[in-house]
Structures are given as structure tokens and as C-alpha cells.
């Protein structure tokens, strides 16, 4: 997951597209331009919010999902405080919730002693109590 730290939007559509082996003439008529702008598609570190949902659509792949781990993982946590003072009408979601991906992606940077619980608290501000509850999850699994 350290691969979330900067996103290269390009790098991550051209590998969902090799995978699934689509014919580059479907896209080129789903976007409506020459095979060159696709190519140069690949090599763009950022793209557009609407072309990136036709290529969540197109690829069956949630792009946008790749920014929202790197928020739950990179992002400060807003203090309740600063939360109380600005109020918004925009959908409100909450923070707290991690994918597999993400508790795996933990699990694996204590297990490999990159870092210690401690640190995983301090940098990507998970409560103690869900970090020993995924921890000891994981070791009744096991």
C-alpha cells in the first residue's frame, strides 16, 4: 500500500486495462478519440474527475477508491472541535472506516517490524483500541 503515498492515476488505468485485456478500439470509441490520447493517458499523473469516472465505468474499477485510502491512511484526523465550526450541506462520511486492503496493509507493516503499534497510531492516527482489536483478530485467525 506504500504505492498510495503518491498516485500516479495513469500508472494504475493502464495496468486495470492489461489486465483485463480490453481491445484498445472499444475504449478509443467509449471516449471518442485517437489511440494517442489514450496512450497519453497512461503517462498523466492526474486526470479529470469526470474522465476518471468513465474510466472507473469502462474498467469496472473504482479509481477513486485508491485517493480515499491514501486520506484514511495520509490525512490528519480534524479535530471534533474544528468539525462543530464548520458545518456543511455536502454528504458527510465517516473517516473511521477501513477496508481490508487497509487493516491488511497495518498488519503487514507490524508483522515485517517497519513499524512498531506505536508508530502506526502516531502516523496514520488509528485508535489504539481498533489497532489491538485487528491485532488480536488476526492472531485468532491465524
Known amino acids: 500500500m506504500k504505492y498510495l503515498k503518491v498516485i500516479h492515476i495513469g500508472d494504475f488505468i493502464k495496468k486495470r486495462y492489461q489486465e483485463l ?8 470509441t467509449f471516449f471518442n478519440c485517437p489511440k494517442e490520447e489514450i496512450e ?10 469526470d474522465k476518471l469516472l468513465k474510466w472507473s465505468k469502462l474498467l469496472e474499477y473504482d479509481f477513486f477508491r485508491l485517493y480515499s485510502h491514501h486520506l484514511l491512511l495520509y490525512a490528519p484526523v480534524a479535530s471534533n472541535n474544528v468539525n ?15 477496508t481490508k486492503e487497509i487493516i491488511d496493509y ?11 503499534p506505536e508508530e502506526i497510531i502516531k502516523d496514520y492516527r488509528i485508535p489504539k483500541t481498533t489497532l489491538y482489536r485487528w ?3 488476526n492472531k485468532s485467525e491465524k
Open 40 to 49: 497519453q493517458t497512461y503517462l498523466k499523473e492526474m486526470i479529470d474527475t
Open 84 to 98: 462543530k465550526q464548520h458545518q456543511t450541506s455536502l454528504p458527510e462520511f465517516r473517516k473511521n472506516i477501513y
Open 21 to 28: 485485456g480490453s481491445p484498445v478500439d472499444r475504449i478509443c
Open 135 to 137: 491485532i488480536n483478530k
Open 106 to 116: 497495518v498488519l503487514m507493516l507490524i508483522k515485517s517490524q517497519e513499524k512498531t
